[in-house]
């Protein structure tokens, strides 16, 4: 325990940083700012992974329990939770924004996760008509997900100007590391088996399916537990910095002052939408995309995807700690737009087809020819799509490379969207905002998959990758013309003088003002 302490001790804040010692905070309310935020981190963090945990194992969970149920609707079960969140994004912010306050939201949303997730774990027990009780946990998953547009905005209220960068950033990092680590944690409890361990008189099945519903029970409640009075204090600070900036003497009054451009709002939220749909429509085409254009078997389309996702992964986790330094010599919106969407559109562009030869078509399975699925005759693109043997192959080379382009352009451009929209908007309560964008990214998620079956497997690539690299362009143009919509409102800096003795004179009235009108 003392070595413990002493550890603890070395890595406490003593006092508080140059750049925010301006008599705003004590260092006791400042630490428990911070305190807070990452909570919100791990928040995130644990909304990813509730989605992305499930993904690998939904469908021979699903198979296991109703053998009828088929790809069709396990593809329904996939959309319910982006859907989920979707509808339910805005309504949590505006309860947030009506409250004031985020703890009794996100205390009732983490108890809805906890129940689904238990939910989805307990399908073993086989009850009527499971395929749709597979489908209703994932869509209430989605639910509480949605006070991801709390996180978002309390974020943006608990954050100075010159800390929203590193914190979005930093925020995004953890939604990130959620998608990544949901399938690894699947991978690892695979040598459980599908049978694994049956307890607590037959109720409780703990097998390489359920264990992933179960770790999500047990991580939700100690986040469940982190925001309890005296674990989580809400600190917000962003409106009454520009108060006392503005020489106000009212958070309320100072925000309700300050109008925001919501022609800048919507674009950042279309934006936003246009980002989030060409990430997802390579995270869902990705694995036979590989498989139609190279020829490879499921294991190798697997396995090389695997090996190219976590090098994707490491390059995205440096581009995220790059994005704040970056910033400081750059205007932000200008490394949204040219670091950002330049970068999606080359990886779209790089997509198109520029092989001299079609790819190796496909001849459809036949069980009498005594011949295993993985035979070389079987694989390449299937006949069942017409454009296989019309259109050029994809070379690897352009695979490869335009899959690094999109691994440092999403992380930049999903970053900078919401730290320039969070600032956009200014010190005002953004729950409702952060709903709408919250949605439009769900949004994203729930036809991404619906654009692969309609568009890809139809028309094929020129038209997909062509698509997308219409909209990637359209955007990022859209973006640099309008870019003045993207510089935020600034706000004239009082000295460290004035500010402590505004906070002397008012002290007692600003912590009123706080404690009522906070954002």
Not at 231 to 246: D, L, T
Not at 461 to 477: E, H, P
């Amino acid at each position: 325990m003392e070595f413990a302490r002493r550890v603890s001790a070395r890595f406490e804040t003593k006092r508080l940083p140059e750049d925010v010692d301006d008599g705003l905070e004590t260092l006791e309310e400042y630490k428990q700012r911070w305190r807070s935020v990452r909570i919100i981190y791990f928040t995130m963090f644990l909304m990813a992974l509730g989605f992305s945990i499930i993904l690998t194992g939904i469908w021979p969970y699903l198979n296991k329990l109703d053998p009828d149920a088929g790809k069709e609707f396990m593809g329904l079960i996939v959309a319910a939770n982006p859907l989920g969140q979707m509808i339910f994004s805005p309504i949590f912010g505006w309860w947030g924004n009506k409250l004031g306050k985020i703890r009794l939201p996100l205390l009732l949303s983490l108890s809805l996760f906890t129940l689904a997730s238990g939910i989805y774990s307990s399908l073993e027990l086989r009850p009527d008509h499971v395929k749709y009780w597979m489908l209703s946990s994932r869509f209430l998953i989605g639910v509480s997900s949605a006070n991801i547009a709390l996180c978002r905005s309390y974020l943006s209220a608990a954050t100075r100007i010159s800390e929203r960068t590193h914190a979005v950033a930093m925020v995004s990092l953890a939604q990130v590391l959620g998608f990544i680590i949901g399938p690894t944690l699947q991978a690892a409890v695979t040598p459980l088996g599908d049978q694994g361990h049956v307890w607590l008189w037959g109720k409780m099945h703990f097998n390489m399916y359920t264990a992933s519903g179960w770790i999500n029970v047990l991580m939700s409640i100690g986040n469940f537990l982190m925001f309890l009075p005296g674990v989580f204090e809400e600190h917000k600070i962003a409106a009454r910095e520009v108060m006392v900036m503005q020489g106000g003497t009212s958070e309320k009054e100072t925000w309700k002052g300050i109008k925001p451009s919501y022609l800048s709002a919507w674009t950042l939220i279309v934006a936003f939408f246009v980002l989030v749909f060409n990430f997802v429509l390579l995270e869902t085409l990705g694995t036979s995309l590989t498989m139609d254009m190279f020829a490879w078997s499921n294991d190798e389309a697997l396995w090389y995807m695997g090996i190219m996702m976590t090098t994707a992964a490491i390059v995205s986790l440096i581009t995220f700690v790059l994005i704040e330094p970056m910033c400081k010599i750059i205007a932000e919106r200008y490394v949204l737009i040219w670091g950002g969407f330049s970068l999606m559109f080359l990886g779209r562009v790089l997509f198109v087809p520029w092989g001299p030869d079609p790819p190796k078509l496909a001849q459809p399975f036949n069980a009498s020819w005594n011949l295993s699925e993985s035979d070389p005759i079987f694989l390449g693109c299937p006949t069942t799509q017409k454009w296989c043997g019309e259109l050029p192959a994809l070379t690897l080379t352009q695979f490869i490379i335009g899959f690094a382009f999109t691994s440092i352009g999403y992380p930049i451009g999903v970053t900078l969207i919401q730290t320039i929209f969070s600032k956009v908007l200014g010190p005002r309560p953004q729950g409702v905002w952060m709903g709408w964008m919250t949605g439009s990214g769900c949004l994203s998620r729930v036809l991404g998959p619906v654009f692969v079956g309609s568009i890809y497997t139809r028309l094929g690539t020129f038209w997909t990758f062509g698509v997308t690299s219409a909209m990637m362009l359209v955007s990022m143009f859209w973006l640099q013309c309008s870019n003045r919509l993207l510089i935020p409102p600034t706000f004239e800096k009082a000295t460290p003088v004035e500010l402590q003795e505004l906070n002397k004179h008012k002290g007692s009235k600003l912590d009123e003002n706080g404690s009522q009108h906070s954002i």
